[in-house]
């Protein structure tokens, strides 16, 4: 059974650093991109950041770029996406994706 499963998130004060994992299962990890979805409360879900797990190659939105990193480790079948310098408008619902499969999700909230 292919699964994408999160760990990470919480609760951060507005500059702060989270880093969210991504563990795959190994039938897919190296076939397809992962990429990193967010969800804001009321908002459409919107993609982050993306990573191509053969080449570790990155893009990402403008809003985060230089700020959030997305890396892999292959032996682990993981994906990671670093935050840095976290804002308010960081906050909502996080997913990682590889071509249909879906992490479970991972709430991040930012404060201030």
């Known amino acids: 059974q292919v699964r994408l499963v999160e760990s990470g998130g919480g609760v951060v004060q507005v500059g702060g650093s989270l880093r969210l994992s991504c563990e795959a299962s190994e039938s897919i990890f190296r076939a397809y991109p992962m990429t990193w979805w967010r969800q804001a409360p009321g908002e459409e879900r919107e993609l982050v950041a993306t990573?191509?797990?053969?080449?570790?190659?990155?893009t990402y939105i403008a809003a985060v770029k230089g700020r959030f990193t997305a890396s892999i480790d292959t032996g682990k079948h993981t994906g990671y996406l670093e935050m840095n310098n976290l804002k308010l408008e960081d906050t909502g619902v996080y997913y990682c994706n590889q071509w249909r499969y879906w992490g479970q999700g991972t709430q991040i909230t930012v404060s201030s």
């Open positions: 990573i191509a797990t053969n080449t570790g190659y990155t």
